[in-house]
């Protein structure tokens, strides 16, 4: 199986900040990667797929890069409804498989 | 408007069943795969099972394989996760999701907490 490895855990910030999360793969998965966003009691909100593909109204000031092992999501001046809880997901192959999540707070 | 609305969970003893059901509306769902995501309280998410159009290949998370099993009804939109043999580490929200690969759409979610 896949282990996705995401750090930090927890990241402060502030508003307007440039914030940078990694997902690393335990093997590679190519591009076949997409990023969530998910606030408490919601379900996730799909971002980005195709390891830098922006969804269709998703805020232009995401955006994400990498392939193979290493996988970045960077927020570009962070905004208030940013302050959430990011998960990466590879498809690759079965079983699919997620990141622990990175935790974006207020600093 | 895409919908995926899940019904089904509840409380449930350690060893018994449950059924979950997600309606779907807004696009063709017999012309995609289909997929039950789940999330334990205070935990990441968790991948359970995908279905394919016609129902024809299920894919399944290994700690489920044998307990559980996907199912749909195209013609009632319909997305069915049936889950027998119950275990404490089973409670969690579940959430039935649009997979395209990635998963593009997602219902709100169905408690089901396994507990004596």
């Known amino acids: 199986d896949i282990q996705m490895t995401q750090s930090p855990s927890t990241l402060p910030a502030s508003v307007g900040d440039r914030v940078t999360i990694t997902c690393r793969a335990s093997?590679?998965?190519?591009?076949?990667l997409a990023w969530y966003q998910q606030k408490p009691g919601k379900a996730p909100k799909f971002l980005i797929y195709?390891?830098?593909s922006l969804e269709t109204g998703v805020p232009s000031r995401f955006s994400g890069s990498g392939s193979g092992t290493e996988f970045t999501l960077t927020i570009d001046s962070l905004q208030p409804d940013d302050f959430a809880t990011y998960y990466c997901?590879?498809?690759?192959?079965?079983?699919?498989?997620f990141g622990g999540g990175t935790k974006v707070e207020i600093k | 408007e895409v919908q995926l609305v899940e019904s089904g969970g509840g409380l449930v003893q350690p060893g018994g069943s449950l059924r979950l059901s997600c309606v779907v509306s807004g696009f063709n769902f017999g012309s995609y795969y289909m997929a039950w995501v789940r999330q334990a309280p205070g935990k990441g998410l968790e991948w359970v099972a995908n279905?394919?159009?016609?129902?024809?290949?299920?894919y399944y998370l290994d700690s489920v394989m044998g307990r559980f099993t996907i199912s749909r009804d195209n013609a009632k939109n319909s997305l069915y996760l049936q889950m027998n043999s119950l275990r404490a580490e089973d409670t969690a929200v579940y959430y039935c999701?649009?997979?395209?690969?990635?998963?593009?759409?997602w219902g709100q979610g169905t408690l089901v907490t396994v507990s004596p």
């Open positions: 997901q590879h498809y690759n192959n079965y079983p699919l498989t």
């Open positions: 195709q390891a830098s």
């Open positions: 999701a649009r997979y395209r690969g990635h998963f593009d759409y």
């Open positions: 279905i394919k159009e016609q129902g024809t290949e299920k």
């Open positions: 093997q590679s998965i190519n591009s076949w």
